[in-house]
Every structure is written in structure tokens, then in C-alpha cells.
T-cell receptor, first 114, second 112 residues
């Protein structure tokens, strides 16, 4: 099946700093990617839709200035958590869909803000 | 977007079939039913999807009722590695966009 890769898989950062998470589709082009976050023992929550070459679409309640999304190419989307705080600690997951097939998910990034 | 309802947890004996139900009574005519699973601390893994007809692949079978208001995922011979949270999702939006809204899922525990 198609492969979606995230980097890094784990990151620890200090409060107030920014962290960038990369999501790559390794064997297909993705005009649209999606970003989710997941708190412990909870389900995945859709944060935003990343569109290649245009602005991301954020779900209600998600701060677009805090979670910056860039989709500069057909194989790469990045999520930058700006001025991170401990409450931003979570499991961040991306997904991408190859044309007319199912969505494939990355392995996730565990962010810990200390 | 159609909402789905799943039991929060289920147990299954190793080697037996696991039947995971899902209700999606408000599903619209062009919405697919997708099943994913998530093993602890990993990204969700695609299992199977369908629209109207029953589907089978190397992982599972999907049985969709004629009125499309419910479906059942069948793992024919569950193993310990099938222990995971299983999500039944109806696709948001139109045209197979890949935008998936997750519910709480069913935690399947396969026991020896």
C-alpha cells in the first residue's frame, strides 16, 4: 500500500519554542493532506486540511496562527506548532489520499512540551 | 457528515471470528463506510471500505445492510495482534475526499 511518513516520530521541546512536523507521501502525489491530533485515551480530532499551493482550511476551534500548515509540494506538508505550551503536548498524525483510493496515515509524532 | 455509533469495547477469543458492529443511520447515498484500526501509539491502519455491496480483502470482510444504516466488520480468525481500537467512519463531504471524522471506536481485546 501507499506510504505516508512523518518526521520526527518523537520530539521534546521547551515551552515557548516552535516545533515543525513533516508529513511526506513517499510513493504518490497528494494534493490534499490532513492533520489530526490525539490526546491520551481519546479519538483522533481533525485539525485542518492542507491544500497544495493554497491556504489550509482549519476546523472550528483550531487556532490557525498557532498551528501553521504549509503544503509546498505534492509530497510534503508541514505542521508548525508555534510558541508551544505544555497543553499542546499530544500525538499529531497526518494523512494523505492518493487519487480515488483510501486515505493513508503517517505513524504519528509524539510532541512533549516541557 | 454521518455519525457512527460503535460499542466502546469487545472481547474475542484468539482464533475465533471477531464481529464488530457499527450503526450509521444517517448515512447519505454517496458516502462510503470505512474501517480503520489503531494499535497503541501508531497511526491508523486502513482495513476495508464499501458503499453498498459486501466487501472482502485479505484482512477482513465488510457486511453492509441493504438499507445501509449499519455494517459489520468481520475479522475471520482473530489473533493477539488484532487487539486495537477499530474505527467505523463514513466519509465526510462528497466525492471520496479522504477527510475522515473519527468517532470513539471499539476497543477490541483478543484474548488467548
Amino acid at each position: 500500500g501507499a506510504v505516508v511518513s512523518q518526521h520526527p516520530s518523537r520530539v521534546i521541546c521547551k515551552s515557548g519554542t516552535s516545533v515543525k512536523i513533516e508529513c511526506r507521501s513517499l510513493d504518490f502525489q497528494a494534493t490534499t493532506m490532513f492533520w489530526y491530533r490525539q490526546f491520551p485515551k481519546q479519538s483522533l480530532m481533525l485539525m485542518a486540511t492542507s491544500n497544495e499551493g493554497s491556504k489550509a482550511t482549519y476546523e472550528q476551534g483550531v487556532e490557525k496562527d498557532k498551528f501553521l500548515i504549509n503544503h509546498a509540494s505534492l509530497t510534503l506538508s508541514t505542521l508548525t506548532v508555534t510558541s508551544a505550551h505544555p497543553e499542546d503536548s499530544s500525538f499529531y498524525i497526518c494523512s494523505a489520499q492518493r487519487a480515488n483510493t483510501e486515505a493513508f496515515f503517517g505513524q504519528g509524532t509524539r510532541l512533549t512540551v516541557v | 457528515d454521518a455519525k457512527t455509533t460503535q460499542p466502546p469495547s469487545m472481547d474475542c477469543a484468539e482464533g475465533r471470528a471477531a464481529n464488530l458492529p457499527c450503526n450509521h443511520s444517517t448515512i447519505s447515498g454517496n458516502e462510503y463506510v470505512y474501517w480503520y484500526r489503531q494499535i497503541h501509539s501508531q497511526g491508523p491502519q486502513y482495513i476495508i471500505h464499501g458503499l453498498k455491496n459486501n466487501e472482502t480483502n485479505e484482512m477482513a470482510s465488510l457486511i453492509i445492510t441493504e438499507d445501509r444504516k449499519s455494517s459489520t466488520l468481520i475479522l475471520p480468525h482473530a489473533t493477539l495482534r488484532d487487539t486495537a481500537v477499530y474505527y467505523c467512519i463514513t466519509e465526510a463531504g462528497s466525492g471520496n475526499t479522504g477527510k475522515l471524522i473519527f468517532g470513539q471506536g471499539t476497543t477490541l481485546q483478543v484474548k488467548p
